[in-house]
């Protein structure tokens, strides 16, 4: 029956079909009978020509970044069936972590090798800290669920819910107190130089920033979630943790270690969350590192449900869409509302949007 | 130090040992046999570092006010517990002799004991039965139906705003009046309507997002929540209708102006400003007592117990007919509704509201701990909790006026440099209360999953015992 329901609700109902477009009508008669409606609207949509490219861009650039969390975020929703509130604040401590191995590299490569130039010594350093925290970041994670989730298995969900929530706030305080309150980043000499790239769009020319960090996070993103695809569909630990994902009582009756299992996918969504941490300073910073874990996650969780949860692939969609979303959307906020502080707003009101279309979300399935 | 100090030390000392033996062979339980010994203790060593210590005002002050907290919130758990009227008493008894003790003892120190209470009853019974309001609506919500509402600062915002921006008279200025390039609207409605207002419109809120997410798994409602809580501490932040980041000042108080003699011409007034919390904290503890009582009686009835069968097992109840989306939605709408008068009184007794001042710890965070250590499901519970919680993370915050602001860090090992002036205020306060709050409740998770009080048990008064 179930399959039968699903069937006829593919993607939308009639009702929210008639719903969505006699809402479309009542707006288009608002906008072009209105005055003060038309003249938002249609300076919305110049300001969408002009700066919609970089809108774009920029979005892409943050969609990636969003998207190595939200893998992480969406594996640990699924296989342990709650969705882990301190995620954001395990990239706040890779952030951390990050910068502080930054620091380190860049005091020892300057006293080893002297008369080495600036742009050599800060890529070397950013090297050893992105490889670093990714390395150290996911023992965090895993040490987290040894001490505390490992004991919450067999309680309900919303039980581990409100744990990860106290481990959030126990993080982000020893975040607070490990790297202080004030804004920490790669440092000045990082060159933020940006190349403006003029492309050209309806006729007209239009410049667009792209520093090389951005093609290097965009890179670093499709690499990543190839070589997590390649896991998850090849090696035989990445078969288990989808098999896990799928049922987890019957991959425990079909021989599969599952703590095994458990380990790997706290370790692997802790080194992705280190991974977007990096690429979230090397983009946005420096910033107060402690405030980082709770704007991330809304963001995150977003992310996670738009694309279905528990679906990797989702998750990337997901944060991609989130990304796009959240740069291009704010494109209609008038700018005395100060359109980016609306951006985590923003994708809770698509997420809940397509909430009401599509519970299950864009990759989900039915259930 | 001079004799009468130590005369009056030793004396009260004296007097409270007396006390704690009188009343520990009047206990008729263990628990109030400590009890009574733990009130005794207490006014000893209050007593002791009052008269022989150096302390501070500051110091008195949150020491007296840390012992006050104490002995309520233990006597308010020893007042539950008790199940004879004698019990009560002696509770009751314990405790007033105890505060007379504390407070006592200061006046003869020649601390301004009046002012004190006053920082007392503020922190105690107007910030803690606000607490105590807002945890009575997330046990309803989730104690009693399941729902796990995570945006409670959210709903407490907007009911806050909503009161301010009804109850504020015209000529009143905004914190950033100057920012706003429209005039702000402004009502100045009497405070009955601010408060139904807030209400009102939380009710509204918590209607669309139950509408939208509560047909879905559980946990959507809290994504669907922490966003709506998202989106009003943004919107606060960023229209002129809400002052923006700098918020909203000189917000009245009800019946301020006719208690309060605020000059020697006033007429009407007949109360030392100092002391309207008082009037204040009066008027929470009755909306407390009240909105108890309504949700005791709601959780026996028939409603009540529908929402515990939904919690429990939503496609059981179904089965029997019950439209489970309608009771959660009901409790949800309920729930948000109290949330939402919890933002009003707070914002009426703070006077000033800011975006920040809604943050997630301590508005939503907080409360979860409560309702978990107090025992969720059960409104005594959930009662001993807030005031538990609330008094541990408001002795926490004493810390400030004992241990230093800064210290200076100078190490040189050769290979290792570390020379800063460590800012330890603002770096390690903040952080450790939160720490100390979310390992106990880790702890309460681990090893009292069910909370101090555990839940009721409620049978419908049809059946025979």
Known sequence: MQQSQTHKSFFIRRWQLTSLISLSAVFLLFVVFNEGANKWFFDSLSTLHAQGVQALFSGIRYGCILLLGAIGLSLTYKILNFGNFAHGDIMAAGIGIAISLNDIARGVITSLMPDLDNGARELYSLLFAFFGTVMITPWVSTALDRILYKRFRKAKPVVMIIASFGMALIIRSLVQIIWGTQNLGYGQHISITPPVVLVELWGREISVRISTQDWVIIGAAIVLTLLLHFFLTYSKLGKAMRAMADNPDLARVTGIDTERVVFWTWWIGGALAAAGGFFFCLAFGPFRLFNIGPQILLSLFAATVLGGIGSPYGAMLGGLLIGLAQNVLIVFIPYEFNPTAWQPAISFALLIVLLLVRPQGILGGSK | ?465
């Open chain 2, 1 to 465: 130090m001079n004799s009468f100090s130590l005369i009056a030390a030793i004396l009260g000392m004296i007097i409270a040992l007396a006390l704690g033996l009188f009343y520990f062979r009047r206990g008729e339980t263990r628990g109030q046999k400590i009890f009574a010994i733990l009130g005794s203790l207490l006014s000893i060593g209050y007593l002791y570092a009052l008269f022989l210590g150096n302390l501070s005002i500051l110091q008195t002050r949150d020491l007296l006010s840390s012992g006050g907290m104490l002995t309520i919130v233990i006597s308010l758990y020893f007042f539950l517990r008790a199940e004879t009227t004698r019990g009560h008493w002696f509770v009751a008894g314990v405790t007033l002799s105890t505060l007379g003790l504390l407070y006592g003892g200061s006046a003869l120190a020649g601390v301004e004991v009046l002012s004190l209470f006053s920082y007392l009853v503020r922190t105690m019974f107007v910030l803690g039965g606000l607490y105590g309001l807002s945890l009575l609506a997330l046990n309803l919500q989730w104690g009693y139906t399941g729902l796990f509402n995570i945006g409670i600062h959210g709903f407490v915002a907007l009911g806050a705003y909503t009161s301010t921006l009804l109850v504020k008279p015209s000529d009143i200025t905004l914190g950033a009046e100057h920012l706003a390039e429209t005039p702000i609207p402004a009502f100045g409605l009497p405070f009955m309507f601010g408060l139904i207002g807030a209400v009102l419109i939380c009710g509204l809120f918590a209607l669309l997002t139950g509408i939208s997410t509560l047909k879905l798994r559980e946990d959507y409602l809290a994504i669907a929540t922490i966003g709506l809580a998202e989106i009003i501490r943004v919107a606060a932040q960023n229209l002129a209708i809400t002052g923006k980041t700098r918020g909203i000042a000189d917000i009245p108080s009800p019946l301020f102006d006719w208690l309060v003699k605020s000059s020697e011409q006033d007429t009407t007034g007949f109360v030392d400003p100092n002391y309207y919390i008082w009037f204040y904290a009066g008027m929470i503890l009755v909306a407390l007592l009240i909105v108890y009582l309504a949700f005791q009686r709601i959780a026996r009835s028939p409603w009540g117990r529908v929402l515990k069968a939904i919690r429990e097992d939503e496609d059981a109840a179904n089965a029997l007919g019950k439209n489970s989306f309608k009771f959660k939605l009901q409790s949800l709408v309920l729930g948000a509704m109290v949330m939402g008068a919890v933002g009003s009184f707070w914002a009426h007794s703070a006077r000033s509201i800011t975006p920040d001042a809604f943050d997630a710890v301590q508005w939503t965070f907080l409360p979860w701990v409560m309702l978990i250590i107090g025992g969720s499901g059960n409104h005594k519970g959930a009662l001993v909790g807030a005031f538990l919680i609330w008094a541990l993370y408001s002795i926490t915050n004493f810390q400030n006026d004992f241990l230093p602001q800064r210290i200076a860090i100078n190490i040189d090992w050769g290979f290792f440099k570390w020379q800063e002036s460590l800012d330890i205020a603002g770096r390690f306060f903040g952080p450790i209360r939160i720490i100390i709050i979310a390992t106990v409740l880790q702890l309460i998770l681990i090893y009292r999953p069910r909370g101090i009080l555990g839940e009721e048990k409620q049978v419908s008064t049809l059946v025979k015992h």
